[in-house]
Nanobody, 120 residues
Framework: QEQLVESGGGSVQAGGSLRLSCAAS????????MGWYRQAPGKQRELVAT???????NYADAVKGRFIISRDNAKNTVYLVMNSLKPEDTVVYYC??????????????WGQGTQVTVSS
């Protein structure tokens, strides 16, 4: 039933790397923008990185130079390679897609979230 299926979260040591993946289900007909957001307890959900269908990327200042976003349009899948991880990266990460569903309606679709924990 999940329209966005996330994987790759877990626990790593500071300075390590992790790759998140998010695949859209077959119920989604098309995706415009796809990306990742994160949210700490009691705080607003914030942009991490997005990528358009044409490959244009946008990164938050806090992750620029460390994280790399990419996508496979044929598979409607987005990836986030996280390098040089810091303890402050320890939050829940959410996959996002601006998607066209079977009702021919464009909607904001969110994954359930995956926990990333970085230990010092």
């Amino acid at each position: 039933q999940e329209q966005l299926v996330e994987s790759g979260g877990g626990s790593v040591q500071a300075g390590g790397s992790l790759r998140l993946s998010c695949a859209a289900s077959r119920s989604i007909l098309s995706i415009n923008v796809m990306g990742w957001y994160r949210q700490a307890p009691g705080k607003q959900r914030e942009l991490v990185a997005t990528i358009s269908s044409s490959g244009n990327t946008n990164y938050a200042d806090a992750v620029k130079g460390r994280f790399i976003i990419s996508r496979d349009n044929a598979k409607n899948t987005v990836y986030l390679v996280m390098n040089s991880l810091k303890p402050e990266d320890t939050v829940v990460y959410y996959c996002y897609a601006r998607a066209l569903d079977g009702s021919r309606t464009w909607r904001d679709v969110w994954g359930q979230g995956t926990q990333v924990t970085v230990s010092s």
